[in-house]
C-alpha cells in the first residue's frame, strides 16, 4: 500500500440543506438531548369550565366562530382527533426527511456539502503542524489515569513528511484548552445549568522540536512516565531513539531550560541497513522491535533504566516473504510478539527461539497485504488485523489451525472502501475497536453487539435512505468520523476514556464521541 502523504485541508462532517448527519452513532444516549412530545393544544389556565365572558370593548360578536370542545386524558392535556393526529405524523415524517443519516457513498444533492454534527461528539478539535505527519503516539503524563473532566490536556510525539529531507522533525505536541464541543451547535437559551460553562475558545498547541534528517515513517512511544523514550522509523533506513523526558518537563515546568542533548537522539538502529521499514512495537521493558520492507525483523535491548545503554541485535527474524507491515508485542507473554506482512501472513514469534524462526503462522490470513494488526490488552487471546483492500478481521488465537490447518476469523467485516491504514482495541473496552481507512473514514465498533431476529428486522428498518433504498449497515458499526484527508493512524488516549486522536494529510483530529 502507498503510505507517503501529500498536505491538504481538514473538517469533520454533517450535509448542509438536507441536514444529513455525518455521524452513524449508537450504544450510548448520554447527553443527548430528548426529543420534545408532541404538540397538542392545552388548558394553561387550569380552568376549563370558565365558560362566556363579555368583552368591554368589543361590541360586535363574530359569528362565524365555532368552539370545539376536546376530551382530556388522565392528564389533563386535550385528545387530538384522528385528522389531526394524522397531519401531526405527516409533519414528524416530513421533519425526518430533512434530517437523514448520511453515509459514505450517498450522494450529495445541488447545494448540499458536509458540516459537522457537534451533538455526536462530546469534544472535537482540529490541529495542524506545518508538514503533514504520517504517525504519532501518545506520550504518558502525571495528569492522571481515567479523567474525564473538561478541559482535556494531551501531549503526542509526531513525525513530519517535509518537501525536502533536511526540513523534518521530530515533534513533541502538548495539546490544551481542549473544551467540551457537544453544545457548540445551541444557543445560551437552549444550554442547561451544566451546559452554561463549556467554553467556545480554540484549543491551544505548543511544541518542541528536535531536527530528524529524512522522513519519518513511524513513531512509537515507550508508555512510562519516567522513561518516555520515542523511537522514529526514518526513510533513510535508520532507527533513532529519543529521550522525552526533558522536553516533557519543559512543558510542565514553564522556564525549564531544554539541553542541546536533549535534541539528539539517544542511539541510533542501523541493523536494517538502508533498508526502510514502517512496523515498531515497545516492549515495557524497553525492549524494541523494528520490521522492514525488505522481510526482516531486529530486536533492540536496553541494557539499563537509564535508557542512554543498547545493544541492536545483528541476526533478523526470518519467515516473511515480503515486507513486514506491523508488529505487536503480545500484553500477556514478555517473549512473544505478532507480525503482518505483505505476503499476507499473521506470524506468531517467540524471541527465545534459537533459530529466530516464527513458531504459529496464518498463511493467506487476507487477500491482500496486511497493513496492520492490534492485540486486545484485555481479551488477550484476540487480534485485529486490516487489509490492504479494506477488510478487517478478528482473530481467536485459542482456535488457530483446524484439522487441515486452517484458522478462520471470529469476524470479519468489508465496510471501508480503501485500504486499512490504522486499527486499535479501546483500552478500557474489550470489544470497542477503533480502524482509519483511505477512504477518509474512521469507524469504530462494538463486536458485542448481537441482535435477535426482531431486533435485526428493526435495525434494517431504520437503515434506509432518503431515496427509500435499504443499506447494509452493520449492527456492530457505532460511529463514523469524517473530514479528514487521507487518514494514516490513530490512537485511542491512554488516560483519557473514549478520547481519540488521528493523523492525516489535513491534521490531527482529536476528538472524543457520544458513543463511547
Not at 475558545?201 to 513511524?218: A, S
Request: hydrophobic share 35%; aromatic share 8%.
Amino acid at each position: 500500500m502507498s503510505k507517503r502523504q501529500n498536505p491538504s485541508a481538514s473538517a469533520a462532517c454533517q450535509v448542509e440543506e438536507k441536514t444529513k448527519v455525518a455521524a452513524v452513532s449508537g450504544k450510548s444516549n448520554a447527553n443527548q438531548p430528548e426529543k420534545p412530545a408532541g404538540s397538542r393544544g392545552m388548558d394553561v389556565d387550569g380552568d376549563a369550565d370558565m365558560g362566556e365572558f363579555e368583552d368591554a370593548f368589543e361590541d360586535e360578536i363574530e359569528e362565524d366562530e365555532i368552539l370545539v370542545e376536546r376530551e382530556e386524558d388522565s392528564d389533563g392535556v386535550e385528545m387530538l382527533d384522528e385528522e389531526e393526529e394524522d397531519e401531526e405524523e405527516e409533519d414528524e415524517e416530513v421533519a425526518e426527511k430533512k434530517r437523514q443519516v448520511y453515509l459514505p457513498g450517498d450522494a450529495l444533492g445541488e447545494g448540499e456539502e458536509l458540516q459537522v454534527d457537534n451533538s455526536a461528539y462530546h469534544m472535537l478539535h482540529t490541529m495542524t503542524t506545518q508538514w503533514p505527519c504520517l504517525s504519532f503516539d501518545f506520550v504518558p503524563d502525571n495528569l492522571g489515569s481515567n479523567r474525564s473532566m473538561f478541559p482535556h490536556t494531551m501531549y503526542a510525539v509526531a513525525g513530519t513528511q517535509a518537501d525536502r529531507a533536511y526540513k523534518n522533525q521530530v515533534i513533541l505536541m502538548k495539546w490544551s484548552q481542549l473544551h467540551r464541543t457537544i453544545n457548540d451547535d445551541k444557543s445560551d437559551e437552549d444550554k442547561d445549568d451544566d451546559d452554561i460553562n463549556d467554553l467556545d475558545e480554540d484549543p491551544i498547541l505548543e511544541t518542541k522540536t528536535m531536527r530528524h534528517q529524512g522522513g519519518v515513517n513511524r513513531v512509537r512511544v515507550l508508555q512510562s512516565y519516567q522513561s518516555p523514550l520515542a523511537a522514529t522509523w526514518a526513510d533513510t533506513g535508520k532507527v533513532h531513539i529519543w529521550d522525552t523526558k526533558k522536553l516533557m518537563n519543559a512543558f510542565e515546568n514553564p522556564g525549564t531550560q531544554v539541553p542541546a542533548s536533549a535534541q539528539q537522539p539517544l542511539f541510533t538502529i542501523a541493523s536494517h541497513g538502508t533498508t526502510e521499514g514502517y512496523s515498531m512495537d515497545w516492549n515495557a521493558d524497553g525492549r524494541l522491535l523494528t520490521g522492514d520492507c525488505g522481510n526482516k525483523i531486529y530486536l533492540t535491548t536496553r541494557r539499563n533504566d537509564t535508557g542512554s545503554n543498547f545493544v541492536a541485535d545483528r541476526s533478523p527474524f526470518k519467515g516473511h516473504k515480503a515486507s513486514v507491515e506491523d508488529i505487536q508485542w503480545s500484553p500477556e507473554e514478555g517473549s512473544v510478539f505478532a507480525s503482518s506482512s505483505v505476503d499476507q501472513t499473521i506470524k506468531i514469534w517467540d524471541v527465545r527461539a534459537a533459530n529466530h524462526g516464527f513458531a504459529l503462522d496464518v498463511p493467506g490470513a487476507h487477500d491482500s497485504d496486511i497493513n496492520v494488526i492490534s492485540w486486545n490488552r484485555k481479551s488477550r487471546y484476540l487480534l485485529a488485523s486490516g487489509g490492504d483492500n479494506g477488510d478487517f478481521k478478528v482473530w481467536d488465537m485459542r482456535k488457530w489451525g483446524d484439522s487441515n490447518g486452517r484458522s478462520t476469523p471470529a469476524a470479519e467485516f468489508k465496510w471501508h472502501r480503501k485500504a486499512i491504514t490504522s486499527i486499535e482495541w479501546c483500552p478500557n473496552d474489550e470489544s470497542v475497536l477503533a480502524v482509519a481507512g483511505a477512504d477518509d473514514q474512521i469507524t469504530l465498533w462494538d463486536l458485542a453487539v448481537e441482535l435477535d431476529a426482531e431486533e435485526e428486522a428493526r435495525h434494517r428498518e431504520a437503515m434506509v435512505g432518503s431515496n427509500g433504498t435499504k443499506r447494509d449497515v452493520p449492527a456492530q458499526l457505532l460511529f463514523i468520523h469524517q473530514g479528514q484527508q487521507n487518514i494514516k493512524e490513530l490512537h485511542w488516549h491512554p488516560q483519557i476514556h473514549g478520547a481519540l486522536a488521528s493523523t492525516a494529510a489535513s491534521g490531527f483530529n482529536i476528538f472524543k464521541t457520544i458513543s463511547v
